[in-house]
């Protein structure tokens, strides 16, 4: 008997609403899907191309009543042009050994995020994260994902001090950045920002036109930082559209 594909229709549903982590004062509140089975890779192409992000093996996405300040967003790799700051910051990371790796997480790569939550987040969603919550961030996933370590160079060929890493996903038209994080002490390195300018040049040698950053929020500290990336498309009422290149 011939096995057949299942083409079942992804179920949604809608977590209770919770303080918002980006504008005080207001409810978030989310929408889900579980990606699994041999259907997992293509249903998270296209959730993310329709404003949904990743967490091991569930897609998510705002669906605040009345707020739609969380808008999903992308650099245009090809487009892309850096600026004279940002060719310093490449230059600047120009010593930096960076290595694709699988999905599996390790006990240095640990360390370096409860360094990173501790500086730059405590108090925050992820604060408490232990050991098994950090395995199953990386490990627990059912699409083609990876972990990119960024390390000093070691001495006689042996493995550098890990800096920063970013796990990611590779889709069809481009990269998706699901989470990134970078050791607190080595702010004149700008290491987060180097993660996402050395995603653009990734994504050009892999011949994919788009980075995903996930959600912008204007008007949020935390979110700032990605209006610096253009050209930029946001996922708004009539498709993807590029914003404006001055920009807020």
Not at 125 to 154: C, K, N, Q, W
Request: glycine share 10%.
């Amino acid at each position: 008997m011939t096995e057949q594909r299942s083409t079942r229709v992804p179920q949604f549903f809608l977590t209770p609403g919770g303080p918002c982590p980006y504008l005080p004062g207001r409810t978030e509140r989310k929408v889900f899907a579980r990606l699994s089975g041999s259907l997992a890779q293509p249903l998270n192409e296209a959730l993310t191309h329709s404003g949904f992000r990743r967490s091991q093996g569930i897609a998510y996405r705002p669906a605040c009543e009345g707020c739609a300040a969380c808008v999903s967003v992308r650099i245009v790799a090809d487009a892309f042009e850096f600026s004279h700051g940002q060719k310093r910051i490449l230059k600047r990371n120009g010593d930096l050994a960076r290595d694709t790796v699988a999905a599996e997480a390790t006990r240095e790569q640990f360390a370096l995020l409860r360094t990173y939550l501790d500086s730059r987040h405590a108090g925050g969603g992820m604060s408490d994260m232990g050991l098994f919550d950090y395995v199953a961030m990386v490990e627990e996933t059912p699409v083609t994902t990876h972990i990119i370590e960024y390390r000093r160079p070691g001495a006689d060929g042996a493995p550098g001090t890990l800096l920063a890493c970013a796990l990611s996903d590779v889709l069809r038209d481009g990269l998706s950045m699901v989470y990134s994080f970078f050791h607190p002490g080595e702010d004149v390195r700008s290491l987060g920002t180097y993660m996402i300018l050395d995603h653009v040049r990734a994504a050009r040698m892999r011949g994919l036109r788009h980075v995903y950053l996930g959600y912008w929020v204007q008007g949020s500290r935390k979110m700032d930082y990605k209006a610096r990336f253009r050209p930029m498309e946001a996922l708004g009422r009539e498709g993807w559209e590029r914003l404006d290149p001055a920009g807020p």
